[in-house]
């Protein structure tokens, strides 16, 4: 990925730095929403509001901390108020209360103008039904946000151009929507994101309507962008898996309230209810689960030992168990980025810790 970028000309960028704090949000639909947020600060219940005052409960007390340049997911099942909050976000939807602090401004407090400049220049949006303009072409629909801000033709069509090649469609320029897959359809959605040099993007379910198949590749490609862009990205799924692959932070969201949010490591370990029990039960735990979580201190014995094979900190469990199993070892030192060793491991713990009936108290 590294040598595209080279042959485009798209130069690596340095993190947006631009995070999102978000507090005391509150979402209220019907006719006198601001009337009936205290009584759910109180906790008047979803279905209470509803059934005695008519009123739908959208988003409850949400406060989230969004780190800049990481990519933070917000999932839960349909209804769970995570589309509603993206909007947010971008002030499509006027929250009840609350706010929404980026780079030092209250979103919710700006006047039509700033908000325009806001989404023209902060934030770019990736939907799950890609958004694409059907009579115009991949380079036309790659360039149309830069159009919109007054950007030069053919500096838009040369920065359009590198997008396109960047994101694997490049022979494709000059088609139309309905002559593309659904998974070049999501390519040009993001290239046509990317192009703006947005520092947030937001992804409403983008690959929720892609096959499996494509839906992996197009996350392999979201994590190699990211690691040379280092966007702030807000990424909308039901997927857990997908969640538990693209989340540097994970929010999980039920009825419109925060349930648990933390790491991938902190879900699948530590998860806040059964609710999310259930959710975590028939996860690859393998996949996820890092050998850091597993290991146990080192001793001079184990040094000893060890001396000979050592597992970098950060490997899955998977990619773990695979680096011992093709050894000589049945267990190893795991090292830092200094090359220090910070633990050791043997794959009988990494055995037992992928197991799905995994004590949690073994590894907390």
Known sequence: ???????????????????????????????????HVEAVRKGLSKSDLGSMHGHILGLNNISISMPAGKIQVVMGLSGSGKSTLIRHINRLIDPTSGSIMIDGQNVVDMSENELREFRRKKTAMVFQRFGLLPHRSVVDNVMFGLEVRGVDHGKARATAMRWIERVGLIGFENRFPDELSGGMQQRVGLARA???????????????????????????MLLDL???????????????????????????????????????????????????????????????????????????????????????SGLSLEAAARELASSSFDAALVINERDEPIGAVSLRDITAAASSVLDVEQVT
């Open 1 to 35: 990925m590294a040598n595209a970028c080279k042959s485009t000309g798209v130069s690596a960028m340095t993190s947006s730095q631009t995070s999102i704090e978000i507090s005391d949000l509150y979402k209220i639909f019907g006719s006198s929403p601001r009337a």
């Open 194 to 220: 990317l192009s703006n040099d947005a520092s947030i993007l937001l992804m409403d379910e983008a690959y929720s309507a892609l096959d499996p198949l494509i839906r992996t590749d197009m996350q392999t």
């Open 226 to 312: 990211q690691s040379e862009l280092k966007k702030t990205i807000v990424f909308i799924t039901h997927d857990l898996d997908e969640a538990l692959r693209l989340g540097d932070k994970i929010v999980i969201l039920r009825d419109g309230s925060i349930i648990q949010q933390g790491d991938s490591q902190d879900i699948l370990l530590r998860p806040a209810d059964d609710y999310i029990r259930r959710f975590v039960k028939d996860v690859n735990r393998g996949r996820y689960i890092m050998i850091d979580a597993v290991m146990k201190p080192v001793t001079a014995d184990s040094a000893g030992d060890m001396l000979h094979h050592r597992i970098r």
